[in-house]
């Protein structure tokens, strides 16, 4: 079932594709269609309080973005996307499936503690340029907000030589939104993402409710 609804969005995702307009077309109402690629710098906010920290931690997405011009000289637009993103975090948090349930404790004594994620996104952005029909470079500023279904998570670790690993864990939430932000000049420009969800749905760990929740900060290049 899932590999039939990712050859769905496969083939939704290469119908915008290819039906969009050239970018900066000359004309009125020209749109700024673009395909975008996110690397980012990842880390977890709102740990519980004996977690104090996470590792070194990336995050990749790409998509295509539809523009929709919402003024004639197309400097103010509104643009809805769909992409892939993929997260590979560092962390120090226990996570563990077992028979049904997502057990959380601490991460002391494991190594290679890890956990990486894959999405479907579907960004949302209300975008500031000052571009004009035959102008193709120019300041931006895309705001919006990011849409998340997760298509998979695994979590591993290793302890006393052993490797441990939870694949789709029960407790992860798959649902998941956060504000976005892209500013910069011409083709590659400053992005983060802020997550308003926790990665966790009604999870808890030494009787504190786990609200961990990502931010990402990094670049994002608009292709033409």
């Known amino acids: 079932m899932r590999k039939a609804f990712l050859f769905c969005c496969f083939l939704s995702f ?4 290819w039906g969009q307009k050239d970018s900066l077309a000359l004309g ?4 700024d269609d673009q395909l975008y690629l996110t690397v980012s710098y990842a880390q977890l906010i709102n740990q519980p309080t004996s977690i104090t920290r996470s590792g070194f931690s990336y995050a990749l997405s790409t998509g295509f973005i539809k523009d929709i011009t919402l003024n004639q000289e197309g400097t103010i ?7 892939y993103g993929y997260q590979n975090i560092n962390h120090q948090l226990r996570v563990e499936e077992i028979n049904g349930s997502t057990i959380f404790g601490n991460s002391t004594g494991l190594t ?9 996104e579907f960004p949302l952005e209300i975008r500031w340029r000052t571009s004009s029909s035959n102008k193709y470079d120019f300041w931006r500023i895309y705001t919006g907000i990011k849409f998340l279904y997760n298509l998979g998570n695994r979590f591993e670790f290793s302890e006393n030589s052993n490797r441990f690993s939870y694949k789709n864990v ?3 939430n798959n649902f998941q939104y956060g504000l976005t932000l892209s500013v910069g000049y011409d083709a ?8 308003l969800t926790p990665i966790f749905s009604e999870a808890s760990f030494t009787n504190e409710s786990i609200n961990t929740k990502i931010i990402q900060f990094g670049i994002v290049f608009y292709i033409l």
């Open 112 to 120: 290679d503690n890890t956990f990486t994620v894959q999405n479907l």
């Open 77 to 83: 637009s509104f643009g809805i996307g769909i992409g």
């Open 188 to 195: 590659i420009n400053a992005h983060l993402f802020y997550g």
């Open 14 to 17: 290469s119908s915008l594709s």
């Open 28 to 31: 009125e109402g020209y749109a």
């Open 170 to 172: 029960s407790a992860f």
